[in-house]
T-cell receptor, first 114, second 115 residues
C-alpha cells in the first residue's frame, strides 16, 4: 500500500515536444506529491509539488495533473529541451506519524533529442 | 551559501570495515533523512530524524546506524553487517512545522564502493 508506481521507465522525446510521466498510488493517506529531477551523479532537486486539494499546478513549462479519485498524478513537460534530459522521480508523503517519509517511484529516464 | 553538504563525494572501503558518511546542513531544518539509491531504482529511506537526539528506522535500516547530536549534522554509519553496501547515498533535510512543510532538499550524494 506504500508503493508509488511510475511509468514509463524511459522516455525519448524530440525537442519541442511534450513529455508525460505518470504515477499511481494506493495509500489514501498520502497528501503531498512532489516531483524531483536528478542529473547523473547529482542529488535530486525538487521540481514541483502538489497537494490533493487542487487538480493542477503549473510552474513554467512543468505542470502536475492530479486525479484524486483515480489515485494518479502526472508530470507534463511542455516544449521539452535537451537540457531537460534527466531522471525524474515522483514521490508521495503522508502526514501524522509518517511525517516526512517520502515514498519514491522507480524513476523515468527522459532523453530529449535536439 | 545555504545548503546540504555531504562528504566525501567518493568513498572506497574494504569489505568488513565500518564507514561513516557525513551530512551537514545550514538551512536550520529540523528534519533530516538518509536515502540509498541503486542503479535503475528509486530512493529508499534508511533512517530519518525529526528532531535532535531522536531518529526512526526507515524501510531498509538493517546494517546501518545514525546519530543526531546536533541539529546541523546527521552522520550515517554503514556497518559490516550491511550485506550489499555499494550504492549512492543521499542525505536530505526539511523544515517541520504545524502546517506540515514536507519539502525535502537533497545533498550532492556520496558514492560508496565496497570491495
Amino acid at each position: 500500500q506504500q508503493q508509488v508506481k511510475q511509468s514509463p521507465q524511459s522516455l525519448i522525446v524530440q525537442k519541442g515536444g511534450i513529455s508525460i510521466i505518470n504515477c499511481a498510488y494506493e495509500n489514501t493517506a498520502f497528501d503531498y506529491f512532489p516531483w524531483y529531477q536528478q542529473f547523473p551523479g547529482k542529488g535530486p532537486a525538487l521540481l514541483i509539488a502538489i497537494r490533493p486539494d487542487v487538480s493542477e499546478k503549473k510552474e513554467g513549462r512543468f505542470t502536475i495533473s492530479f486525479n484524486k479519485s483515480a489515485k494518479q498524478f502526472s508530470l507534463h513537460i511542455m516544449d521539452s529541451q535537451p537540457g531537460d534530459s534527466a531522471t525524474y522521480f515522483c514521490a508521495a508523503c503522508a502526514g501524522g506519524t509518517s511525517y516526512g517519509k517520502l515514498t519514491f517511484g522507480q524513476g523515468t529516464i527522459l532523453t530529449v533529442h535536439p | 551559501d545555504g545548503g546540504i553538504t555531504q562528504s566525501p563525494k567518493y568513498l572506497f572501503r574494504k569489505e568488513g570495515q565500518n564507514v561513516t558518511l557525513s551530512c551537514e546542513q545550514n538551512l536550520n531544518h529540523d528534519a533530516m533523512y538518509w536515502y540509498r539509491q541503486d542503479p535503475g531504482q528509486g530512493l529508499r529511506l534508511i533512517y530519518y530524524s525529526q528532531i535532535v537526539n531522536d531518529f526512526q528506522k526507515g524501510d531498509i535500516a538493517e546494517g546501518y546506524s545514525v546519530s543526531r547530536e546536533k541539529k546541523e549534522s546527521f552522520p550515517l554509519t554503514v556497518t559490516s553487517a550491511q550485506k550489499n553496501p555499494t550504492a549512492f547515498y543521499l542525505c536530505a533535510s526539511s523544515k517541520k512545522g504545524l502546517a506540515g512543510d514536507y519539502e525535502q532538499y537533497f545533498g550532492p550524494g556520496t558514492r560508496l564502493t565496497v570491495t
